[in-house]
Nanobody, 126 residues
Framework: QVQLVESGGGLVHPGGSLTLSCAAS????????IAWFRRAPGKEREGVSC????????DYGDSAKGRFTTSRDKAENKVYLQMNGLKPEDTGVYYC???????????????????WGKGTQVTVSS
């Protein structure tokens, strides 16, 4: 079965950290661009991070820059999102998605992503 499954969400205090995992089954993530998106309550889904296929081209959404780090583990067929310095406005459902695109592409155009996980909830609250 071809799917993406996110894990690692939870409740964390402001200033805390979480690491989200995106695991793929049925296909090799290394041949695809992988992105993290999130949907905050009452807001549209936005891009958080992306990592290109084949090369280490990485980009972050403005809200993630300087605080979040994405990485790929080819052996485990996973992509991670390390989130530090979490803020209440980081609360939302985090999704990973994969795109079958040219080598080196990384971006946040959602229509390009053809596989999506079901999401994992992140809540930042005191």
């Amino acid at each position: 079965q071809v799917q993406l499954v996110e894990s690692g969400g939870g409740l964390v205090h402001p200033g805390g950290s979480l690491t989200l995992s995106c695991a793929a089954s049925g296909f090799a993530m290394d041949g695809h661009a992988i992105a993290w998106f999130r949907r905050a309550p009452g807001k549209e889904r936005e891009g958080v991070s992306c990592i290109a296929n084949g090369i280490d081209n990485i980009d972050y959404g403005d809200s993630a820059k300087g605080r979040f780090t994405t990485s790929r583990d080819k052996a485990e067929n996973k992509v991670y999102l390390q989130m530090n310095g979490l803020k209440p406005e980081d609360t939302g459902v985090y999704y990973c998605a994969s795109a079958t695109v040219i080598r080196g592409w990384c971006g946040f155009t959602q229509s390009v992503y053809d596989r999506w996980g079901k999401g994992t909830q992140v809540t930042v609250s005191s």
